[in-house]
């Protein structure tokens, strides 16, 4: 009954912006972290940014830091990943995922099923 949902990808020219949603359900939502990871083909998952489930605490990978932000809305369940100034190397699936505890890495507890972000050049 744990459904994470991702929506909101698609092709964009490098130097845009895409917004990311991902709705949740079958958890308590409000009391679990929520991450952001991507995959590229032929490469290994990766971290994107994290948030605490207050939404007082975020957490950022190197390479996203100043250009995506990350929020969450506990009354509806959903939480956001906003991309800005896009690169083509930000092209991959996009996954999120809930983790019961705090900000970190890794260590979820549940997925989704991911969303494909493609950025041309």
């Known amino acids: 009954q744990v459904q994470l949902v991702e929506s909101g990808g698609g092709l964009v020219q490098a130097g845009g912006s895409l917004r990311l949603s991902c709705a949740a359900s079958g958890f308590t939502f409000s009391r679990y972290t929520m991450g952001w990871f991507r995959q590229a083909p032929g490469k290994e998952r990766e971290f994107v940014a994290a948030?605490?489930?207050?939404?007082?605490?975020?957490s950022f990978a190197d390479s996203v830091k100043g250009r995506f932000t990350i929020s969450r809305d506990n009354a509806k369940n959903t939480v956001y990943l906003q991309m800005n100034s896009l690169k083509p190397e930000d092209t991959a699936v996009y996954y999120c995922a809930a983790r019961l505890g705090t900000v970190a890495q890794s260590g979820y507890d549940y997925w989704g099923q991911g969303t494909q972000v493609t950025v041309s050049s």
């Open positions: 948030i605490s489930w207050g939404g007082r605490l975020t």
